[in-house]
């Protein structure tokens, strides 16, 4: 139990806490604006992860390209989901929305089965991403480098949008009053396509990343890491972007550490995250950024 | 199919019932008992003359009745959106089953750590083991009411739903009680028809006479509006835990019936998926409505075993068609999206089969008969 360890500890740690960040960012906008969790979301990364694999194993679509487009399909996805799902249910109770929102899921999920089949598939990593680094006796894999750099880039991106763009406003906006914002004028609709958009996109991008540090794809890659990002968010403060990023990298570090301090906790790795959730909520319901929302 | 009445609460106190209930409730209470004794009889007929595999789907459908009633009563009745049902049902399932083993299986079973040592020892009839089941996961349910009913809405599904996985991870876990992922196995299967169709009985009554009582009324009031209710001097943590408590109690011990039905029980069993199909009943039937969990739980158990053979591998005219593990669900949840968005109070809405309601459809269809003539 050194230094040395506890830094390699902490890389992976933060690896992993980068990509519940890139999820939970999601899963905030979308409850910032229409206050629906979005069980589905989990399950875009899932449907993502197949659109790279489809795209560079059967249709050998060149894996920048590949990539950049399962971003597209993905956020365009999420934008049919809102359309088909929850548009419908805006005007009725939260609940509602909530159950067609884990039906959804469930459906993605088991379309995946019954299209795709059980079995998982190996994820086809490119080169460029393979490969450790030794940096002072610490090993870090060139794909934790490349996750550690995209979610950097993507959040800054996400700050910019939200923060200095003019449809960024209107989700800001939105999110506080949704009423008061389709009175001013403001395409109501548009802004919603936007956030699942902007937030199936991000948990497009988190799908790839996580496919390439874990590589089988199946079904149900994405349950476990949809809540836990829904933990993250709630660990930051439901509603807040910064926030979402935060309690995405406490919750991944939380894990690694508590397995590696105490490795014969391993098998309750699980419920580490579950148990800072019923804590979070029982303590500070508004997380650690988050602030009273209006429901 | 069991079909009750509405007879309403014993207090006589109650004068603004219609005259219509009041004056009919013996002949309503006759026509239920007549109504058991031909469920009676058709269970008898069942039991003797039908194979294996029919008494097997009439016993998972009186589980499921016996799961979505107690479901819809925290859910539906009382409005708290609870995602942990399964949850409960492992830990009915887990109680029930470590009870009426036998030290001997007991000893044969955990191989990898033993036993804790009270329940290595501990062996008992199947009933007594279902109603300890039952009250031990009660007792759990009152302890998880501390934390969980601090949230309302959305945040109430979410920890809820923490704390059906948590249950899994102990479940893997506790190798010392739960025989980690291996699981029990070799459970003697004590459940039979009568067991598990007097449990489902039993609980219909019992959460109907809830519904109907002050308590129930208090639960809706809860429902449509908490604070309003607060403001009438209903305490809603309590009533919200009473409803919780008495919905765990019955699924606790639906968990010890489902578990000496299969024989084997291990962490998998009860996923998330368990959960899922009984909101989907509960939607689909009419969220609210005892009838309408009692229909759906009926017709999406009877409807999965129908559905069946979408995942099995069959030759149709020549074509071999290779069965699709996941079929069902795929049905299912398109199923619940589809209620949702276009008949949202699902087949009952919050109404209730009653034998007026069937008299007054009889009635009906004969005046207009007469008119036409």
């Known amino acids: 139990m050194d230094a040395q360890f506890i830094t390699q500890q902490a890389v992976f740690g933060l690896t992993l806490g980068c990509l519940y960040a890139l999820i939970a960012i999601g899963y905030t906008m979308v409850y910032g604006v229409l206050r629906l969790i979005n069980f589905a979301h989990g399950d875009l990364l899932m449907v993502s992860a197949y659109f790279a694999f489809f795209g560079i194993v059967i249709f050998h679509v060149p894996w920048p390209a590949a990539f950049l487009g399962t971003v597209l399909l993905t956020a365009a996805l999420g934008i049919l989901i809102d359309r088909g799902a929850y548009k419908p249910l805006r005007n009725s109770p939260r609940i509602s929305a909530l159950i067609t929102a884990i039906g959804v899921s469930f459906l993605l999920e088991n379309l995946g089965l019954v299209v795709i089949g059980g079995r998982p598939k190996t994820f086809p990593t490119p080169e460029l991403f393979e490969g450790t680094l030794l940096l002072g006796g610490i090993r870090i894999s060139n794909i934790s480098m490349w996750i550690l750099g995209v979610t950097a880039v993507l959040l800054l991106l996400c700050a910019l949008v939200i923060n200095k763009t003019r449809i960024g406003m209107a989700m800001r906006a939105v999110s506080r009053d949704l009423d008061t914002v389709r009175l001013m004028g403001v395409d109501v609709n548009r802004v919603i396509s936007f956030t699942f958009a902007l937030g199936s996109a991000l948990a497009a991008a988190g799908g790839i990343l996580w496919c390439m540090k874990y590589p089988a794809v199946e079904p149900f890659m994405g349950v476990i890491p949809g809540l836990k990002a829904f933990v993250a968010a709630v660990l930051g403060g439901i509603g807040s972007v910064p926030g979402a990023a935060i309690g995405g990298l406490l919750l991944g570090l939380s894990e690694v550490m508590i397995v590696a301090l105490w490795p014969e906790w391993s098998g309750y790795r699980d419920a580490v995250a579950f148990t800072i959730l019923i804590v979070i909520l029982l303590t500070k319901p508004t997380g650690l950024l988050g602030e009273e929302l209006p429901s | ?373």
Request: hydrophobic fraction near 50%; aromatic fraction near 12%.
């Open chain 2, 1 to 373: 199919m069991t079909v009750f009445t509405t007879s309403p609460t014993q207090s006589s106190a109650n004068t603004d019932e219609p005259v219509m209930f009041r004056t009919h409730r013996t002949r309503d209470r006759i026509l239920s008992l007549c109504a058991l004794g031909v469920l009676a009889g058709f269970l008898w007929y069942a039991d003797t003359y039908l194979g294996d595999y029919t008494v097997r789907i009439l016993n998972n459908i009186a589980i499921f009745i016996m799961l979505a009633v107690s479901y819809n009563l925290i859910n539906g009745v009382a409005g708290q959106f609870s995602l942990g049902p399964n949850a409960f049902l492992a830990v009915g399932a887990y109680t029930a089953a470590l009870l009426t083993l036998s030290p001997d299986e007991k000893l044969q079973t955990f191989i990898i750590d033993p036993l804790i040592w009270p329940l290595s020892e501990i062996s008992m009839s199947f009933p007594a083991a279902l109603i300890i089941a039952g009250l031990v996961t009660a007792f759990i349910a009152l302890l998880m009411a501390i934390p969980v009913f601090r949230v309302r809405g959305d945040y109430l599904a979410i920890v809820t739903l923490g704390f059906g996985e948590m249950t899994q991870v102990l479940a893997n876990n506790l190798t010392t009680v739960t025989n980690g992922p291996l699981g029990l196995k070799s459970l003697t299967p004590y459940t039979n028809l009568w067991w598990t169709w007097g449990a489902c009985v039993l609980t219909v009554v019992c959460v109907l006479r809830l519904i109907r009582s002050s308590y129930g009324r208090a639960m809706k009031a809860v429902r449509e509006d908490e604070t309003a209710a607060e403001a009438m001097g209903i305490n809603a943590f309590r009533i919200k835990t009473l409803a919780f408590v008495v919905s765990a109690f019955f699924q606790g011990a639906a968990g010890g019936l489902l578990a000496h039905l299969i024989t084997t029980i291990s962490p998998s069993l009860f996923s998330f998926m368990f959960t899922f199909n009984l909101l989907a009943m509960i939607v689909i039937g009419g969220l609210g409505s005892v009838s309408g969990a009692i229909i759906g739980a009926a017709l999406l158990t009877w409807g999965g075993e129908l559905l069946r053979f979408t995942e099995e591998p069959i030759s149709l005219f020549g074509y071999y068609y290779e069965g699709i593990p996941g079929m069902r669900m795929v049905i299912f949840s398109l199923l619940l999206i589809g209620v949702m968005l276009f008949a949202r109070s699902g087949i009952m809405g919050r109404n209730e089969i009653t034998w007026e309601g069937i008299f007054g459809f009889f009635r009906n269809i004969f005046r207009r008969r007469r008119t036409i003539a």
